[in-house]
């Protein structure tokens, strides 16, 4: 069994810092927005082929088009709200709301 050497070990928020700046800072904050696109879209690309659905029969039930969508699921294009719920309901994906 291999020892490992935990002096060496690096955290992630280390290696965020050091390439995508401090947070807070203008350039994490574009990291992390870009982070949360990508994200989001690989939740409803995986709910797409969970219901073995196609993009385009996505998009027709969700009122846009195939390359909108695969732009989502890419992570290359910020949806705003009412799009994302368009498609999370073309999805079946229901929200419940929580009362505090």
Do not use: C, N, W
């Amino acid at each position: 069994m291999r020892k490992i050497d935990k002096s060496k070990l690096i955290d992630a928020e280390t290696v965020l810092t050091e390439k995508y700046g401090a947070p807070g800072s203008e350039s994490r904050k574009a990291f992390d927005e870009k982070a949360h696109a990508y994200y989001y879209g690989v939740i409803l690309r995986d709910r797409r082929k969970e219901l073995k659905m196609t993009q385009s029969e996505l998009a027709e039930k969700a009122g846009t088009v195939r390359s909108y969508i695969a732009r989502i699921e890419r992570g290359e294009t910020d949806m705003q709200l009412s799009s994302f719920l368009r498609i999370a309901h073309a999805l079946k994906i229901e929200f419940t709301p929580v009362y505090g």
